[in-house]
């Protein structure tokens, strides 16, 4: 059997070998690819010059990956475990960044095994429907979005325990006291709620009906900074 599987490795590192013409042909293609599909990210999103430079050149890397493989078990072998090396000292990041390495990668993937058209294709689509939902309200009605942290400050003769509970009750999903301190030499309280708006779009209004309660002082609305965008 080991004799047997010794063969297997051996006769499949012999590949066909492509013309140079192609070769260059593919790597451009893949290339070009990468830097429409860096631009399109870059689009109503902040990310980094590096990360952006490693979308572009992606593609063009795993094209040249599956060209040297082209059906070499051995070599398949010993891309995979390259590839999990340099997985683990990776750092992990959003979701958004971790998808667009995964469509550079199915890019280079495409161009590595010659299906060009199908690769520009795949790229075209994918782009307008990035395009498409980010100027959409996709996404926005979720958990994530409605999810705010409420910060009001009142004088410190007003009871804080009932003088909210109205509006909380007309304008939020569910809502929660989370700290309470005192400020501006014990004058003043500070209060903070977590909160699931029933509608964002209420937001300014739900600020407003509060600023006629505490005396139109200090009213914030900030998102909770959580991890739920990382993969």
Do not use: H, W
């Amino acid at each position: 059997m080991l004799n047997s599987i010794s063969d297997l490795l051996t006769t499949s590192t012999t590949t066909e070998m492509m013309s140079l013409s192609t070769f260059v042909a593919c790597i451009i293609s893949a290339l070009f690819m990468g830097i429409i599909l860096s631009y399109a990210i870059q689009y109503k999103s902040v990310v980094s010059k590096s990360f952006a430079v490693t979308v572009a050149i992606l593609p063009a890397v795993v094209c040249v990956v599956i060209m040297m493989v082209n059906g070499s078990i051995g070599t398949g072998i010993a891309v995979a475990g390259t590839f999990s090396l340099v997985r683990f000292r990776s750092v992990p990041g959003t979701a958004r960044e971790i998808v667009a390495v995964f469509i550079s990668m199915a890019i280079g993937l495409a161009c590595g095994m010659g299906n060009l058209v199908y690769a520009l294709v795949f790229t075209v689509i994918t782009i307008l429907a990035l395009l498409i939902l980010e100027n959409t309200k996709f996404g926005e009605f979720g958990n994530a979005s409605k999810q705010k942290i409420i910060r009001i400050t009142i004088a410190e003769d007003l009871d804080y325990t009932e003088i909210f509970e109205d509006l909380f009750e007309d304008f939020t999903e569910s809502y929660q006291l989370a700290t309470v301190k005192t400020t501006n030499l014990g004058s003043m309280f500070k209060l903070s709620y977590d909160v699931v708006l029933k509608d964002p779009y209420d937001e300014k209004e739900f600020i407003d009906q509060i600023r006629m309660r505490n005396g139109n002082l200090e009213v914030s609305s900030s998102l909770v900074s959580t991890s739920s965008n990382e993969l």
